[in-house]
Every structure is written in C-alpha cells, then in structure tokens.
C-alpha cells in the first residue's frame, strides 16, 4: 500500500481512518477495502503493558475482558506472515494524537502473558513480537514520556490495595526500553555559581545548612531555575536560587505557587544587591 505518511508523522484519528479506509474504533483496525490492519498503542488510555525491549516492539492483543484467544485480528497477526495483509503500527503519547512507526512485522513467536484486564482481574493474554520494515523505530521526546509516567502514576494512585497488588505482581523484570531524545540547556555557569554563592551553604527555600559538602568541602546545594527553562524561563540571576536537592525535588514536583513567589523575591534581592552576602 502506498502511503503519503512519513516515519514520526503525527496524525487524528479522522485522517489515519480515511488513509486506511478503517473503522474508528479499537487497537486493531482491519481493513479489507486497502488489505491492512492499522495496529494502535494508546500508552494514555490503555490497559495493556504493551513495550519496546531491544527494538522489538511486544504489541498486546485485542480482547478488553477474560482470556485471550487467537480469533479476529489476534489470528490476523497470527497469520500475518502469510496472509499477505500489511501491518502498520501507530503510538499515542497525547489524547487524539497518532505517531505513525511505519510496516511492521511478525518477528518471533507470539506468546501468552499475564495481563490484567478491564475488570481489573490477572488473565492470560497474546503478546506479538513486531519489528519495524526497514526503519528504526521513532524517538521520543523525553519529556513526552515523562508526561506520560505522570499519568500512569495517577492511574496507580487510585488503584484499591487489593489491586495494585495483584498488579505489581505481575510486573515484568525487565522494562521496556526506547531511544529518547532529550533538549539539553547550556546553563550559564556564571549565573549558577552566583546563586551557590548568595545562598552561601543555606537552601534558600527551607533555610537549613547544606545536608553535606561535596568533594571539595563546599556546601553541596544545587542552582534551580524559578521558572523552568522548559518552560521559556531565563538564565539570569533574577530566576535562579540555590537550593538543597530534597527541596529540589519538591519544586519539580510541586511547584507551588506560593514557594515560586517567595523564591522570585529572594532572587529580586540578589539583583538589587551590588555584593555577594558575607562578601561586601
């Protein structure tokens, strides 16, 4: 089938539905109008530990309730190897938002897992080990990902004890892995060292002395950005603290707007200062 779509190219649902000339609905979309089946992994809304370990993607089948079985598009999978019908894989990291990975095929022999299902209870499902035709798979921004753990974590959270569980449980060894990019910011070192310095050894957030001295006996505190740089913050001094790692963390995973407030005040006297503290 010839498509217009390239490797990486992120498409709604409408458009892959017209491509295809599919369905809207479901994982596995089978087409006998263009003789594919358009395989979706939603990492957002599914239940299906589906993952990328050594770039072999382990696809879940179809099948929301009970055991699995090789009927319907889990038998087209199945049988792909000689059926003649083309198999494209697509990833969701956003709601309504389809990362095309290209062809994919058949690479190893499909095998059961312990999954749980929609009903929250452990049952056996097909696993289908695919390899992307002639294009490695996509990489993935970092903090997509990121966002992504944030709301399998919530997912987790609401889980009863009962079924976190039987969940962790079933928790494989090994973890998916994929290739990830990543945007790296030149941090100004000037800017950093003044902040370390100001603070000089106290995290300006709790006020407590360093938790120990690096390698050379200097406090150990770390430079954090008041408005991230993620974000569209600046590298200036005006919005950069020192802080202890514990209170590090906090703020990146908090973010409180009354800390942010307080820390922004700290840094405005650090502007309006001509002298370093205990330096003047």
Not at 58 to 66: E, K, S, V
Not at 131 to 146: C, D, G, Q
Not at 165 to 172: D, E, I, M, N, T
Not at 242 to 251: E, G, I, Q, S, V
Request: glycine share 8%.
């Amino acid at each position: 089938m010839s498509l217009s779509l390239k490797i990486g190219e992120v498409i709604n649902s409408t458009i892959l539905c017209k491509l295809f000339q599919c369905g809207p609905q479901g994982g596995m979309r089978r087409s006998l109008k263009t003789n594919t089946l358009t395989l979706i992994s939603n990492h957002i809304k599914s239940i299906y530990n589906d993952r990328w370990l050594d770039g072999v993607f382990h696809y879940t089948g179809m099948g929301t309730l009970g055991n699995q079985t090789l009927s319907a598009q889990n038998k087209t999978v199945f049988e792909s190897g000689r059926n003649g019908v083309e198999m494209h894989l697509f990833e969701v990291f956003k709601l309504k938002e389809y990362t095309y990975q290209g062809v994919v095929r058949l690479v190893g022999d499909p095998y059961k897992e312990k999954q749980p299902d929609s009903s929250g209870s452990i049952r056996d499902v097909w696993v289908f080990p695919l390899e992307t035709i002639n294009e490695k798979p996509v990489t993935v921004a970092a903090e997509t990902l990121r966002e992504v753990d944030l709301i399998r974590q919530k997912v987790a959270q609401k889980l009863s004890d009962a079924e976190l569980s039987l969940r962790a449980r079933q928790a494989k060894g090994q973890p998916g892995s994929r290739s990830l990019t990543s945007k790296q910011h030149e941090r100004n070192q000037y800017v950093a060292e003044y902040a370390k310095r100001w603070a000089n050894g106290t995290c300006q957030l709790c006020c407590r002395p360093a938790p120990f001295k690096d390698s050379k006996g200097e406090p150990f505190l770390e430079t954090h950005h008041i408005k991230w740089l993620s974000r569209g913050g600046e590298d200036t001094v005006a919005n950069t603290v020192a802080l202890c790692p514990n209170c590090h963390r906090k703020m990146h995973a908090l973010d409180d707007s009354e800390e942010v407030k307080r820390l922004s005040n700290l840094a405005a006297e650090q502007i309006s200062s001509s002298n370093l503290k205990g330096l003047a």
